[in-house]
């Protein structure tokens, strides 16, 4: 079996190697982006979690710019947890992300679902996250939908790493597809 870090460390590589082949996003990827978080929220109401994305996560901002009947609110962090903002002030953490400075604040268990980045998914709900836990400490108690929004390459079919912890997503989000996953979803 491989270890997290193991694993880690061979899709922060892949990433790499990805972000030096191609600093931008395709336009074309960034369309299949939009058409598919476009149709994933086409019935889906409420206020929902998204993030800043990273150099090398996909591009969802322009998307979600398109999806103005969601209310969309940002990850920041507060000691070890994460509470999310919907602020147009922004600053850039020390572990490198952007997060929202001002706004209405929400906690995780008010909002209706989240887009949650990853290092890697699989097909059954799994998510290879970049190591802090943030997420899996902050979304514990939520009943919100977990969308798992990733690179194509990124999604695999079975990452052997679940520990009690951690958080089991309901759909796997890609440029080419929309995975339902697990029993968590309701009405599946």
């Known amino acids: 079996m491989t270890s997290k870090t193991e694993l880690r460390q061979k899709f922060k590589a892949l990433l790499l190697a990805r972000h030096e082949e191609a600093p931008q996003p395709k336009n074309s990827e960034t369309v299949q982006y939009q058409q598919n978080l476009t149709r994933f929220f086409k019935d889906r109401t409420g206020s929902w979690g998204a993030f800043y ?15 103005s009947h969601i209310d969309w609110f ?9 509470e999310f903002a919907n602020g147009l002030n922004l600053q850039s953490h020390e572990l490198g992300f952007t997060e929202p400075t001002d706004g209405e604040v929400r906690s995780a268990d008010e909002l209706d679902g989240f887009l949650i980045p990853g290092l890697a998914f699989d097909r059954q709900g799994v998510r290879l996250g970049r190591g802090k836990g943030y997420y899996d400490r902050s979304l514990s108690q939520s009943t919100g939908t977990r969308v798992g929004v990733c690179y194509q390459v990124q999604l695999v079919d079975e990452l052997d790493i679940a520990e009690d912890h951690d958080l089991a997503m309901d759909y796997v989000l890609t440029e080419n597809e929309t995975v339902t996953c697990g029993s968590r979803v309701k009405g599946s």
Do not use: W
């Open 74 to 82: 940002f990850p920041r962090v507060r000691g070890d947890v994460m």
């Open 53 to 67: 994305p990273l150099a090398d996560e996909p591009p969802i901002l322009s998307s979600l710019s398109e999806i």
